[in-house]
C-alpha cells in the first residue's frame, strides 16, 4: 500500500514564499504528482518528478528525494489567487496515481 | 470543448435508488479513471480502465459500486441501493497510455444521497 502525508492547512501573505511538504511510503515508485485544486472545481496538473532533485516552473517548483521518501512544492511570489488545495500523489508501478489528503493553503493580503 | 466531460453534474436522490454517471474522456486517451473526492479530502481512487480493459478496482470498493467502458470510449459508474455514506463527487479523469501520463479530470459528478 501507500502512506502520503502532507499538512492539513497551511497560511501565507501574498508576495510571500510558502513550502508545502510530502512524505511518502510506496513500494514500485515511479513518480510523484503536485496538483492545484481550487474549491469546487476539479484538480489541475501542477508538476511532476521522477528523478531526484528540484523542477523549477514559473513561480511554483517541485522536489524530490526518493531516498528520503520526501517532496516539496514551493510557490514564489503568492498571489491571491494561490489559495487552493495542494494535492500530492504518488504512482507505483501498475497502478493508478493515489493522491494525498491535501494541504489547504490560505493567502492573505 | 476537447476536455474530459461528466453526466451528470449533480444528482440527489434518495437512500435505496441506483445512480449511473457517464464520463466522456478526452478522445485520444487509453486510460480512464474514476475517482471518489469528500469535502476536504483528497481524490480516494476507485478504478481504472485502459481501453475496455478494467486493470484495478479499489479494494475498498463496494460490491454496490460498478464500472464499464464498454468499447474504450465513454466509461459509466452506477451505484447500487446507494447510502448516505456513498454522498460525495464523483471525479473522472483521463490520460494517455502510459504510466506516468498527466491525469485531466473532469469538473466532476456531486451526489446526494438523501
Known amino acids: 500500500g501507500q502512506n502520503i502525508d502532507q499538512p492539513t492547512e497551511m497560511t501565507a501573505t501574498e508576495g510571500a514564499i510558502v513550502q508545502i511538504n510530502c512524505t511518502y511510503q510506496?513500494?514500485?515508485?515511479?513518480?510523484l504528482f503536485w496538483y492545484q485544486q481550487h474549491a469546487g472545481e476539479a484538480p489541475t496538473f501542477l508538476s511532476y518528478?521522477?528523478?531526484?532533485g528540484l523542477e523549477e516552473k514559473g513561480r511554483f517548483s517541485s522536489f524530490l528525494s526518493r531516498s528520503k521518501g520526501y517532496s516539496y512544492l514551493l510557490l514564489k511570489e503568492l498571489q491571491m489567487k494561490d489559495s487552493a488545495s495542494y494535492l500530492c500523489a504518488v504512482i507505483q508501478a501498475g497502478t493508478a496515481l493515489i493522491f494525498g489528503k491535501g494541504t489547504t493553503l490560505s493567502v492573505s493580503s | 470543448d476537447t476536455g474530459v466531460s461528466q453526466d451528470p453534474r449533480h444528482k440527489i436522490t434518495k437512500r435505496g435508488q441506483n445512480v449511473t454517471f457517464r464520463c466522456d474522456p478526452i478522445?485520444?486517451?487509453?486510460?480512464l479513471y474514476w475517482y471518489r473526492q469528500t469535502l476536504g479530502q483528497g481524490p480516494e481512487f476507485l478504478t481504472y480502465?485502459?481501453?475496455?480493459?478494467?486493470?484495478?478496482k479499489s479494494r475498498l470498493l463496494s460490491d454496490r459500486f460498478s464500472a464499464e467502458r464498454p468499447k474504450g470510449s465513454f466509461s459509466t459508474l452506477e451505484i447500487q441501493r446507494t447510502e448516505q455514506g456513498d454522498s460525495a463527487m464523483y471525479l473522472c479523469?483521463?490520460?494517455?497510455?502510459?504510466?506516468?501520463?498527466?491525469?485531466?479530470f473532469g469538473e466532476g459528478s456531486r451526489l446526494t444521497v438523501l
Open positions: 510506496t513500494s514500485g515508485f515511479n513518480g
Open positions: 480502465f485502459q481501453n475496455e480493459a478494467q486493470l484495478e
Open positions: 518528478n521522477v528523478l531526484d
Open positions: 479523469a483521463s490520460s494517455v497510455d502510459t504510466i506516468t501520463g498527466e491525469l485531466f
Open positions: 478522445s485520444e486517451h487509453n486510460r
